[in-house]
């Protein structure tokens, strides 16, 4: 795993408006960075990266089996009892999901260390499934990179396949999309997976979360009071939970994607679960409950996480005791986690972390997020890769 410099396209930034990524650039720094990227051998990519997905992801799913089954366990998710039922139904009638991204630590060497699953509403896909890999073809055909450069990327590919198999399933060819008001990266993401479904023979209406209605009978409908019999939502679960809505969303005939189950699989209170049940597998990190806060060494180095958190909010990494990186949000009311620190590897003065995209339960490819500091958060630059050797 080599971190090198390259040039940029000259018009990259036409290209970009051509393609409506409009997100490359967030508050004025770069979002998207093209002067380097990173190279990994096709025996990384396979043996450290792919492989331990996929045992990973059926680990996690193994771990979300046992909690649907266990109401104290789902009180440990911080899932109200309200909706212990949907959570159970959806999981035990197989309601199929999308995608996921699973975080990982890896250097190139050793095995890669699980840090979360994003597993209901993982963003950079666009960047991931589309941009980066634009970026590879037309630096190949430019002769910036060798000719045997390859990406591992079938995430567009698989998201179309996955598209038409949930229409299938459900027998409905109109899927609404729908995210929030005031973000473009979310909004760029949405039109992405508009494009795949379109290409998947789905009709794709969108509609912000703010504008939807729910009747009287308790339909969701979109602005020219058309039903929402099946809809992605780019907006967490737990969000929709705590809305007037909630407990309507939760029990209507709307199918959604992602489905209520993925609620348990992309909370942190999986981490301590996965080590309880896989203690000292060698893709995991010790991590605990904070009513378990009695198994935490307080001489070692920890990072404690809000159960609920995303995009880097509220991270606090702990070393004897003392804290030595935090960021802000508003998480952390729900309760916390503690996983055991390991460090970012760093190229030069970039921390790297590695994305594992999962489509329909089968690794799809990776996205690679740098930054100067220890956590990683939303602005963090993202840097295309390559496999070559």
Known sequence: MLRRDIAARTDWHDTAQEYGFSFHTIDGQAYWDETAYYQFTLEQIENDIEDPTQELHEMCLHVVDNVVQSQALLNDFCIPEAFHEAVSDSWQAKAPSLYSRLDLVYDGTGPAKLLENNADT??????SGFWQWLWLEQQVDSGALPNASDQFNSLQ???IMRFRDIANHYQQKNMHFSCCLDSDEDRGTVQYLQDCAAQAGLST?????DDIGVTDTHRFMDLDNNPMDMAFKLYPWEFMLKEEFGEI????????VEPIWKSVLSNKALLPLLWEMFPNHPNLLPSYLHRDLDKVD???????KPIFSREGANIMIIDNGDVIAQTGGEYGDEGVIFQQFTPLPKFADNYTLIGSWLVNDMPAGISVREDNTLITQDTSRFVPHI???
Do not use: H, N, Q, R
């Open 205 to 209: 209406p969108f509609v912000f979360i």
């Open 157 to 159: 590919e698989k998201l």
């Open 387 to 389: 496999i070559l050797g």
């Open 249 to 256: 969303a939760a029990y209507s005939d709307t199918k959604w």
């Open 298 to 304: 307080k001489a070692g180095k920890w990072v404690k």
């Open 122 to 127: 993982p963003t950079s896909l666009y960047e």
